[in-house]
C-alpha cells in the first residue's frame, strides 16, 4: 500500500478538480456502486451498499473511452513519469461521486470488495477533502480459488485512508478494500484507476 500526497502539481490539480466539479462535467446515476449485493455471499453487519454517481472515462473490456478522457492528460503523464504505468496498463478509470446517505454512521462502510478477479492494481485518486475513509482490509482474493463466490467469512480493517484532495492511494488489487458514504461532507469525490501489474 503506497499514499502520495499532493500528486499533480498544485495548478493542474486545480484545473481538474474544477472541471470535475463543474455542470460541465456529466455524471451518471448508479444504483449499486460497489456490487449489486446479490453478486457476493458477504454478510457483513457494517457493511452498506450506497447508490451514488459515476462516469466511465475509459474501460478496456467494453471498449469505451469518454470524450471527457482529456482532462486526465496530465494525470496520465504523471502516473508515467512517477510510477511507470502507461495507457498500455490502462484497465478502466472512472470517477465517483457519493453523497450522505440516512441511516449511515461512522462505523458503516459499502460492501468490501475486489475490482476484478485477476492479477492488477487498483489507484484511488482523491479530488476533494471530505470524510468517509476508505478501508483497506487484511483479507484479500486468492488468485487460485477456484470458487470464487466463496467470500471471505468476515473482515478485518488494516487501515484506513481519509479522503484528501490530491491525494493517491495505491493498492494491490487483491486486497479487499471498500469506501465509506460521507457524512459531515457534502460530497466525495474520486477518481477510481485500474491497472493491469508493471
Known amino acids: 500500500m503506497h499514499v502520495i500526497d499532493n500528486f499533480l502539481p498544485d495548478l493542474e490539480f486545480a484545473k481538474l478538480q ?4 463543474s455542470v460541465n462535467f456529466p455524471w451518471f446515476y448508479c444504483e449499486h456502486v460497489s456490487l449489486p449485493p446479490g453478486e ?6 457494517l457493511a452498506v451498499e450506497t447508490d451514488g454517481f459515476h462516469h466511465i472515462f475509459y474501460d478496456k473490456e467494453y471498449e469505451v473511452e469518454s470524450f471527457a478522457v482529456e482532462c486526465l492528460n496530465n494525470f496520465f503523464k504523471r502516473l508515467e513519469e512517477q510510477l511507470g504505468f502507461t495507457e498500455n496498463h490502462f484497465i478502466r478509470i472512472r470517477s465517483s461521486m457519493k453523497s450522505p446517505k ?3 454512521t461512522a462505523e458503516n462502510y459499502n460492501l468490501p470488495h475486489v475490482d476484478y478477479f485477476f492479477p492488477h492494481e487498483t489507484m484511488i485518486y482523491y479530488l476533494n477533502d471530505s470524510d468517509g475513509d476508505t478501508r483497506i ?7 487460485n480459488k477456484n470458487d470464487w463466490d466463496k467470500e471471505p467469512d468476515y473482515f478485518t480493517t488494516h487501515a484506513r485512508i481519509a ?17 465509506s458514504n ?11 484507476v485500474n491497472l493491469l501489474p508493471r
Not at 482490509?137 to 488468485?143: C, G
Not at 460521507?182 to 474520486?190: C, M, Q
Open 40 to 45: 457476493n455471499a458477504i454478510i457483513d453487519p
Open 102 to 104: 440516512l441511516g449511515f
Open 18 to 21: 474544477e472541471y470535475i466539479m
Open 137 to 143: 482490509f487484511d483479507q484479500k482474493f486468492l488468485q
Open 182 to 192: 460521507p457524512i459531515e461532507s457534502k460530497r466525495r469525490l474520486i477518481l477510481n
Open 163 to 179: 479522503p484528501k484532495a490530491n491525494r493517491l492511494l495505491w493498492i494491490s488489487g487483491s486486497r479487499y478494500h471498500t469506501a
